[in-house]
C-alpha cells in the first residue's frame, strides 16, 4: 500500500459501535468511495443511512457484499459463522474480508470451516476500544485514535490483504499490535475476558444478597468502577465467555487459586503476604495506567523526544540536596531482598534505574512497600527465598542492575533472561559472564557479548580468585555477590581502586567480608539480617552542580548529605587540583558510609594532566570534568580512561563532538582527551548537541550553558530520569536558565 487509502467499495456488517466508529473514521478521513451497510434491524441500517454513515443497505446482505472490496464484519462472535455462510458465495475473488470479534481462535476455525481450510484474504482483527454507549448513534471517528488494534494474521494469510486491513487502521489513527491467534485469546482471557465475568459475578452476588438495598446504596466510587463493565451487553459477552472458554477457564483457575491464598492471608491476619499482593498489584495497576497515557514504566528510550535549551544562566546561588545516590539505592534493594527481616531505607533514588531493581525483585516474589518521598520498606526473604519471576527481567537503562544481578542470579536455582532497553542493550556484558563462566554458572549472551543474558538456574558455583582486567566496581561485586553463593572462598584483586559500595553495605547486614589493599574477599555460609539504610545523596549528581559553581562567575552554593566515599571523591579531588574552591563540612558516618555537606564557590579553574590514580575514582562524573577543563586556562589531559567508551555512549567521543560543536579545542585519544581551555575570558558558542541518549552528557551540556555566549540546545534528554529526576527544577531553582521541550510539555 502507498500513498493515502482509498478503498472504492466497502461491506459492512453489523451497524453497532466499533464497526460504526472505523466507517466514520474512514470517512471522514477521505478514505472510502462507497459504503453498504447490512444488520438485522431495520432501524439500524436506516439510521446509518440517514447520519451519512453508509450510502445504501439492504435486508439482503448478499446485495450489500457483492462486489465489495473490504468485507467488515462487526457482529458477536456466535453469530460470525451464519454471517460467512450467508456470504461465502456472493463475495468476488478479490474481496477482503476481517473481523473485530475479541476473540480469534473461534473466527478463524468458522473461517476454515466455511470458507476454506487456507482461506487466504481473512485478516482477523480485534480493536480493544469501546464506549459505555452503543448503537449506530455512538459511533465515534476519533474511537480508535492512539488505541491499540491487535491483528493476528496466519501463515496463509496474503500479504496484501494484510497491508489493506493495517492500512484502514492505521487511517484511523490506531497503534497496531501483531500476535499469534492463541497468544491474543490467552492475553484477553485474562486481563479483558475475566474482568468482565467477575464484575458480573460479584454484582450478581450482592444484588441475591438479604441486604442488597443497603449494598447498592452505600456503595462507593470503587464499586461503580469496578463493575461498571457488567453494564455491557449480556448476549455479546455470553457468547465471548462461550467462544474462549479453555483459555478462560484456565485463568479463572489461576486466580481462584491465588484468591483462595488472599482468603487464608485475611483469615491468619498474614501481614507480609497481604501486603505483597497489594504492592505488586499497585506496581502493575500503576504501570497499566502509564501505558495507557502513553508514558514509559522504566522505558526511557520509549518516550517522546525531551531537549533541554540552556540559555547563558547567571551565577548559581543556595543550599540544597540531590537525589539519593544510585549505586547504594541499587544495592539496598538487592542486599535488603536477601536479607533476613525487613530493612527501611531513606533517601532511595526514585530514578527509572532504581526503580527498574526494585521492579525485578519483586518479580522475584518480594515484597516491597514504596517508595514513598525516598521510603521503602523490604520484607526480606533471605539469601534462598527468591521466586522465579513470571516473565524476562526487564531492567531499562541500567547496568548496573544487569551486572550486579547476574552475579546473584548465577546462584539461584532457577533460569532467568535479563533485557534492556536500546542503549543498555549495545553495553559490554561479557565482563561479567566470562568471570561467572570461571565459577561455573552459565550465562549466554546475545552477539559480542550483549544483552539479553540468559542465566542457568541450578549451577553448583566454585569460588574462585579472581584478577580484574580492568577497574569495574560493577565487574567486582558481581563477582563478589555470586560468591555468596558459591562453594569455598571468593576474592577479587583490583587493579586500581573502585567504588566499595557493595563491600561496605555486606558489612552493613552482618556479612563478614575481608578487604587487604587491593584485594576483596568472602566465604560462603553466611547470613544477611535486616538494618536501616539512609542513602546518602550521589556525589554524581552533585559533580554537574560542582563543576557549575565552579565555572560561573560570583556562584556560591552548598550541597547538603552528600557521600563522600573515599573510591568516590575524585571529581573532588580533581577539581580542587584544577583549582577549584571547595570545603567539605560537617563529615560523618551515616549507614556505614560517609557523608558531608560540600560548599562550592566560583574559582578560575586551571589545566592539569590528570593523575591516573583518580580516574576510576571519578569514573561517571568526567563529562562533567571534560565542562571544567574547557573552561580552564590551558591544557588538560585526560589518560587511562578508557572505561569512558563503553558507557551508556562512547562519552570521550560524545563529550569531544559536543566541546568541538560549542566551538572548544578538543581531541579524544583511546582511553581520554586533551582539551584546550578557553580561560575567563572565553566562553562556550552556541551550538545543537546530540546527547546520545546519554543522562550524564545532556546535563554536562546543560551546565555548560553557564558560560555560554548563545543558547545550547541538547537533544534527546528523556534520560535524564534514569538518575536524577528533578534535574530541570533543582537547577532552575539555583540559577540555571532551562528550557524543556517535548514530551508532556508538547
Not at 614 to 631: G, K, N, S, W
Amino acid at each position: 500500500m502507498s500513498g493515502k487509502l482509498l478503498v472504492p467499495r466497502v461491506a459492512v456488517i453489523g451497524l453497532g459501535l466499533i464497526g460504526c466508529s472505523w466507517i466514520k473514521g474512514l470517512r471522514v478521513r477521505g478514505c472510502l468511495e462507497e459504503v453498504r451497510g447490512y444488520d438485522r434491524n431495520l432501524d439500524s441500517m436506516q439510521l446509518a443511512l440517514s447520519e451519512g454513515l453508509i450510502d445504501a443497505y439492504s435486508e439482503n446482505i448478499a446485495d450489500v457484499v457483492r462486489d465489495a472490496d473490504l468485507i467488515i464484519i462487526s457482529v458477536p462472535i456466535m453469530a460470525v459463522k451464519s454471517v460467512l455462510e450467508a456470504v461465502r458465495d456472493h463475495i468476488s475473488e478479490t474481496a477482503v474480508l476481517t473481523d473485530v470479534g475479541s476473540v480469534k481462535g473461534a473466527v478463524a476455525s468458522d473461517v476454515s470451516a466455511i470458507l476454506g481450510a487456507n482461506f487466504p484474504r481473512f485478516v482477523l482483527g480485534h480493536p480493544i476500544a469501546g464506549s459505555e454507549k452503543s448503537g449506530v448513534m455512538a459511533a465515534n471517528e476519533h474511537l480508535y485514535v492512539h488505541h491499540k488494534v491487535i491483528i493476528t494474521p496466519q501463515d496463509h494469510t496474503d500479504k496484501d490483504a494484510l497491508a489493506l486491513v493495517r492500512s484502514a487502521w492505521q487511517a484511523v489513527g490506531a497503534d497496531l499490535e501483531h500476535m499469534s491467534v492463541d497468544h491474543h485469546d490467552e492475553v484477553l482471557a485474562a486481563t479483558s475476558h475475566l474482568p468482565h465475568l467477575l464484575a458480573y459475578s460479584l454484582v450478581d452476588t450482592l444484588a441475591n444478597s438479604h441486604e442488597n438495598k443497603e449494598i447498592f446504596n452505600y456503595a462507593a466510587g470503587g464499586f461503580r468502577d469496578f463493575t461498571r463493565i457488567a453494564a455491557s451487553s449480556p448476549v455479546m459477552w455470553r457468547d465471548i465467555f462461550a467462544a474462549n472458554k479453555d483459555h478462560l477457564l484456565k485463568t479463572l483457575d489461576l486466580f481462584s487459586h491465588d484468591l483462595s491464598s488472599l482468603r487464608a492471608a485475611v483469615e491468619q491476619g498474614d501481614a507480609t503476604t497481604l501486603m505483597g499482593v497489594l504492592t505488586r498489584a499497585k506496581a502493575a495497576r500503576d504501570h497499566f495506567s502509564k501505558i495507557l497515557a502513553r508514558r514509559a514504566y522504566v522505558e526511557p528510550m520509549k518516550t517522546a523526544s525531551i531537549s533541554y535549551i540552556a540559555n547563558p544562566g547567571k551565577a548559581l546561588s543556595g543550599s540544597f540536596r540531590v537525589p539519593g545516590d544510585k549505586s547504594i539505592s541499587h544495592r539496598s534493594i538487592m542486599l535488603g531482598s536477601l536479607a533476613n527481616g525487613t530493612t527501611e531505607v531513606t533517601g532511595f533514588l526514585e530514578g527509572e534505574d532504581s526503580l527498574a531493581t526494585l521492579q525485578a525483585f519483586r518479580d522475584m516474589g518480594v515484597v516491597i512497600e514504596g517508595p514513598h518521598r525516598g521510603r521503602v520498606t523490604i520484607h526480606g526473604v533471605g539469601l534462598h527465598g527468591l521466586q522465579s519471576p513470571p516473565n524476562a527481567l526487564y531492567l531499562g537503562n541500567s547496568g548496573t542492575s544487569m551486572r550486579l544481578l547476574a552475579g546473584l542470579m548465577a546462584g539461584q536455582s532457577f533460569d532467568v533472561e535479563m533485557s534492556g532497553d536500546e542503549s543498555l542493550s549495545k553495553r559490554p556484558m561479557g565482563r561479567v559472564a566470562d568471570p561467572l563462566a570461571l565459577m561455573g554458572a552459565i550465562v549466554d549472551t546475545a552477539e559480542g557479548g550483549r544483552p539479553p543474558l540468559k542465566v542457568k538456574g541450578g549451577s553448583d558455583l566454585k569460588g574462585i580468585h579472581y584478577d580484574l582486567p580492568m577497574a569495574s566496581a560493577q565487574v567486582k561485586s558481581c563477582v563478589l555477590l555470586a560468591g555468596l553463593y558459591a562453594e569455598g572462598e571468593t576474592s577479587v584483586t583490583e587493579p586500581a581502586p573502585t567504588r566499595d559500595h557493595t563491600e561496605r553495605m555486606l558489612r552493613g547486614f552482618g556479612y563478614d567480608v575481608m578487604t587487604e589493599g587491593n584485594k576483596v574477599t568472602l566465604r560462603s555460609g553466611g547470613e544477611l539480617t535486616a538494618t536501616e539504610i539512609d542513602v546518602p545523596s550521589d556525589i554524581s549528581s552533585a559533580a554537574f552542580f560542582m563543576v557549575g559553581a565552579s565555572i560561573m562567575p560570583g556562584s556560591d552554593i552548598t550541597l547538603e548529605h552528600v557521600g563522600i566515599n573515599p573510591t568516590r571523591v575524585g571529581v573532588i579531588n580533581i577539581l580542587r587540583a584544577m583549582g577549584g574552591n571547595i570545603d567539605v563540612l560537617n563529615e560523618r558516618e551515616v549507614g556505614g558510609e560517609p557523608v558531608a555537606d560540600i560548599r562550592i564557590r566560583s574559582a578560575q579553574l586551571k589545566g592539569i594532566h590528570i593523575p591516573e590514580d583518580q580516574v576510576p575514582l571519578a569514573i561517571d562524573e568526567f563529562p562533567a570534568i571534560f565542562v571544567a577543563a574547557a573552561c580552564a586556562e590551558g591544557e588538560t589531559v585526560l589518560t587511562g580512561a578508557e572505561e569512558l567508551r563503553v558507557k551508556e555512549s562512547d562519552r570521550i567521543q560524545a563529550m569531544v563532538d559536543g566541546l568541538v560543536t560549542l566551538g572548544v579545542n578538543a581531541v579524544g585519544t583511546e582511553d581520554g582527551a586533551i582539551i584546550q581551555g578557553f580561560g575567563p575570558e572565553g566562553s562556550f558558542g552556541g551550538g545543537e548537541i546530540d546527547s546520545q541518549h546519554d543522562h550524564r552528557i545532556a546535563m554536562s551540556f546543560a551546565m555548560a550553558s553557564l558560560r555560554g555566549s548563545a543558547p545550547i540546545v541538547v537533544r534527546d534528554c528523556a534520560n535524564v530520569a534514569t538518575s536524577f529526576p528533578g534535574f530541570v527544577e533543582l537547577s532552575a531553582n539555583a540559577g540555571l536558565e532551562l528550557v524543556v521541550e517535548g514530551g508532556d510539555g508538547e
